[in-house]
């Protein structure tokens, strides 16, 4: 972000956000009531976020080359999710990608900027791509819906196409893989869009909602609507260790059909032969004591009764938390893929043990496809 600050933040209330969303305003007094006012139509500060640019005529060919998604046929407006990850097919960078016929547009979070550009220059050599950041030019401005009048009216578009990122969470991507085995994922709902505006118009944006022409609600209030719809985040459920498998992330940004990319025969092994080490489970909290528990907190077994005199089971961690509008206090958690999916599940917050509800989002034993897909005999081999 420019060094000049957010123009967000000098609108009545606004209180700055902490960690990877430090920068732009966490809230404008209630976070709450935000949520219900981004789901009527307010706009998100997102301006920390970075941009980079990819130019040329081997743009799309190059990055399908280096990534998890498949993006040769990405046509112009069209958008799409893109994971980089290392050769053990861990996670290292998420991408949301939108093309405009002549330049692919990645949106990212801010502390991925840097070393994804720098990794992106290293690896052009002779191919026809230009990469540039382009964070100083334009600004994220998020929202939910199918359109936004304002926000549409204001979006960039350098080459003739309208910058907006639609995500793809709200279904599972062609060659894609869910792995909730739920009938109706809350995923649907999630009609989230990234905007991009240029960076000289996101003042206007801000006067406009000082005028009253538009409301504006903070990163928190997104968040936990995010939380709510399951969908993951590198900046908060992914660390070192994180592989896609593990966050339902085959859903939206991984094509199991495409060319070779550094990380594939990890991704292709645990989806049909293994299981990821590790899941993501939804959480309802109990908030009799008033603690919300945070992103780091110890998720436990319960203790039995007659168990008392040891320490609880720690499971996993708490990745995101938010008080939700409709849901009251909820959670995102990666835990060990053998945790019971039955009983309720603790986090240790505070000097103290919140219950905590479990909804399984990626379960135990997800992964090992081909054991489970009816083999289909070859032709010309007659049965007995």
């Known amino acids: 972000m420019t060094s000049a600050g957010s123009p967000f933040l000098a609108l009545p209330g606004a209180v700055d956000s902490a960690a990877a969303d430090q920068g732009v305003p966490a809230h404008y007094g209630n976070p709450v009531a935000e949520q219900r006012a981004l789901l009527a139509g307010a706009v998100v500060d997102l301006s920390h976020r970075g941009v980079i640019s990819v130019s040329g005529a081997d743009r799309l060919s190059w990055l399908n080359s280096l990534t998890s998604q498949s993006l040769t046929g990405l046509a112009p407006g069209e958008s799409t999710e893109s994971l980089l990850l290392g050769v053990s097919g861990r996670v290292e960078f998420d991408m949301r990608v939108v093309d405009d016929g002549e330049t692919a547009w990645l949106l990212v979070d801010s502390d991925e900027l840097s070393a994804l550009l720098a990794w992106l220059l290293k690896m052009r050599f002779t191919l026809r791509v230009v990469i540039a950041d382009r964070t100083e030019e334009f600004a994220t401005v998020g929202s939910i819906g199918a359109s936004n009048e304002i926000l549409d009216a204001a979006a960039a578009s350098p080459n003739g196409v309208a910058l907006i990122w639609h995500d793809p969470w709200s279904a599972v991507s062609a060659g894609g893989h869910q792995y909730a085995q739920v009938a109706d994922h809350p995923g649907a709902e999630w009609l989230w869009r990234e905007t991009l505006v240029s960076r000289d118009d996101l003042g206007a944006l801000a006067e406009r ?9 903070g990163v928190l209030a997104a968040e936990a609507l995010r939380i709510a719809a399951w969908r993951p985040r590198r900046a908060t459920e992914g660390d070192e260790k994180t592989i896609p498998h593990e966050l339902d992330w085959m859903r939206s940004a991984v094509h199991l ?8 025969e990890t991704v292709a092994k645990v989806h049909n032969l293994g299981h990821p080490p590790r899941r993501l489970v939804f959480l309802h909290l109990d908030g009799t004591d008033n ?13 039995q009764n007659d168990d008392r005199d040891h320490d609880p ?17 909820i959670a995102l958690a990666v ?12 986090v240790l917050s505070d000097g103290i043990v919140v219950a905590a509800g479990q909804e399984v989002i990626v379960p135990p034993e997800a992964g090992s496809v081909v054991g489970r897909i009816r083999r289909m005999p070859r032709l010309g081999v007659m049965r007995r």
């Open 313 to 329: 089971d720690v499971v996993g961690q708490i990745t995101s938390s938010a008080i939700h509008y409709e849901l009251g206090p």
């Open 209 to 217: 909602v000082r005028a009253g022409e538009i409301s504006a609600a």
């Open 335 to 346: 835990v060990r893929r053998s945790t019971p999916v039955d009983p309720d599940l603790g």
């Open 291 to 303: 603690v919300l528990p945070k992103p780091g907190d110890d998720v436990v077994l319960p203790v």
């Open 257 to 264: 059909s495409k060319g070779c990319y550094r990380g594939q």
